[in-house]
């Protein structure tokens, strides 16, 4: 079970409003996180893990019923809470994984589409920085983003979505990445409130771009001020993570 401590961390310190009242509750129905996460405000309606028939797709059944089956653990629990806070991109989401299994059928292993969709709704965050920032993200110039043009970060908001790179951040190590939506987030939507956000993001989810990836990968704890260790200029010589940039 999560403590309160974890809104302590610069990563989920954005999801303290989101989700305190919500964990406060799960931690006293410990088998009821469903329970816990209904939201009259958004619509959102998590159901027992059980409601899921055998041999229906996930995703084809919350389409079919607009419901989430939820189980009583930490990956659902963030799944939940990207429901309430993204509820417009949740639902475009599941819309396109819907009719990529109309399409496809479901199959031993996902399509260009499900997969993409899948990596995002698991993966994904925004980025809202200056040029500077996302020259050297495409290029992955780790050495320009994180220490050459390290002060530059000041103007930058990263903002994470993908459920499992949350679950992931509990307990974190310098490998974690996030896939990046190659698409600036526009200062005055960034500025604004979620519902925002959420509004922008959910018009800029289509099949055609989808289907290709659009992202960039972003090993996130290399951040300037997200972890401590990345003070030390060394924290970037590991090969490992910080790859060499493309040609």
């Not at 189980?71 to 939940?80: A, E, L, S, T, Y």
């Not at 993200?137 to 043009?149: C, G, I, M, N, R």
């Not at 698409?183 to 800029?204: F, K, M, T």
Request: overall charge negative.
């Amino acid at each position: 079970m999560l403590s309160d401590e974890i809104w302590a961390s610069t990563w989920f310190t954005p999801w303290q409003k989101t989700g305190e009242t919500i964990l406060n509750a799960w931690q006293q129905q410990p088998d009821a996180l469903h329970a816990c996460l209904a939201d009259k405000q958004t619509g959102f309606h998590a159901v027992p893990q059980n409601a899921l028939p055998d041999g229906e797709a996930y995703e084809a059944f919350i389409y079919r019923t607009h419901t989430v089956p939820t189980r009583n653990n930490v990956h659902d629990f963030f799944n939940g809470l990207c429901w309430i806070r993204f509820p417009q991109t949740k639902q475009q989401l599941n819309r396109l994984q819907a009719l990529a299994i109309q399409q496809q059928g479901v199959q031993a292993q996902r399509g260009a589409l499900r997969d993409a969709l899948t990596l995002f709704d698991e993966n994904a965050a925004l980025l809202c920085a200056p040029q500077v920032l996302w020259d050297a993200l495409q290029t992955q110039d780790w050495k320009a983003l994180f220490v050459t043009h390290r002060d530059v970060w000041k103007d930058a908001q990263l903002s994470l979505f993908g459920h499992a790179l949350l679950e992931k951040l509990l307990n974190p190590y310098k490998g974690i990445t996030a896939h990046v939506l190659c698409l600036p987030v526009p200062a005055e939507v960034q500025d604004g409130a979620d519902v925002a956000v959420d509004d922008w993001l959910s018009h800029q989810l289509h099949l055609n771009e989808m289907q290709h990836k659009p992202f960039l990968p972003l090993p996130v704890l290399g951040i300037p001020g997200w972890w401590a260790p990345n003070e030390d200029v060394g924290f970037y010589d590991d090969t490992q993570v910080f790859r060499p940039q493309k040609k």
